[in-house]
Antibody, heavy 129, light 107 residues
Framework: DVHLVQSGAEVKKPGESLKISCKASGYNFTTYWITWVRQMPGKGLEWMGIIHPDDSDTIYRGDYDTMYSPSFEGQVTISVDKSLSTVYLQWNSLKASDTGIYYC??????????????WGQGTLVIVSS | DIQMTQSPTSLSASVGDRVTITCQASQDIGKYLNWYQQKPGKVPQLVIYDASTLQTGVPSRFSGSGYGTDFIFTISSLQPEDVATYYCQQCDSLPLIFGGGTKVEIK
């Protein structure tokens, strides 16, 4: 069975750094794109970015194909540890407006023309002084 | 970026009613439109992809149609377990924008 298990809830102060994780199991990790979605309190879904966990067939050898929404470019970093089958979402300096639930999801199909068929359980991030 | 306009933002209907949600893209996205269901306090789940293909395991009372810029999501006979917020998402080009959501409640 496919599972995406995310790290636990976090409470942080503005200006602090944070890295949350999404561990995949039950399938060939390097075959599917992983996407991140934000949901602010009481609000809708926002697509943040996407990464392909296979660095063996990319334009830039040794790098991972990663794409960001313009709304999140420069605000977060998406990375991967292939050896741990884990994708990460990282902030260098949190803001109160980063408060929300963050979901990872496995994308079936290409980076476009695909769909998020398996989701993690979500990680609640609270940023408050 | 492609903008996705969903309507209505909320609706209330009786059990057994036919429910329709629309989603309009700001430019032609072909068939590349997904629909997700998010029940209160739960994780989003894929319901329909490629505008009209039902995800495995989803009840047949759910359906989708449309192509280009105008799409429709239908629940043919609303059930209590369908109470949720429904989101469309274009997947034709990056960024993969979601619509604002439609909250469906039972009258």
């Amino acid at each position: 069975d496919v599972h995406l298990v995310q790290s636990g809830a976090e409470v942080k102060k503005p200006g602090e750094s944070l890295k949350i994780s999404c561990k995949a199991s039950g399938y060939n990790f390097t075959t599917y794109w992983i996407t991140w979605v934000r949901q602010m309190p009481g609000k809708g879904l926002e697509w943040m970015g996407i990464i392909h966990p296979d660095d063996s067939d990319t334009i830039y050898r040794g790098d991972y194909d990663t794409m960001y929404s313009p709304s999140f470019e420069g605000q977060v970093t998406i990375s991967v540890d292939k050896s741990l089958s884990t994708v990460y979402l990282q902030w260098n300096s949190l803001k109160a407006s980063d408060t929300g639930i963050y979901y990872c999801a496995r994308q079936k199909g290409a980076v476009v023309n695909g769909h998020a068929e398996y989701w993690g359980q979500g990680t609640l991030v609270i940023v408050s002084s | 970026d492609i903008q996705m306009t969903q309507s209505p933002t909320s609706l209330s209907a009786s059990v057994g009613d036919r429910v329709t949600i629309t989603c309009q893209a700001s430019q032609d996205i072909g068939k590349y439109l997904n629909w997700y269901q998010q029940k209160p306090g739960k994780v989003p789940q894929l319901v329909i992809y490629d505008a009209s293909t039902l995800q495995t395991g989803v009840p047949s009372r759910f359906s989708g149609s449309g192509y280009g810029t105008d799409f429709i999501f239908t629940i043919s006979s609303l059930q209590p377990e369908d109470v949720a917020t429904y989101y469309c998402q274009q997947c034709d080009s990056l960024p993969l924008i979601f619509g604002g959501g439609t909250k469906v409640e039972i009258k």
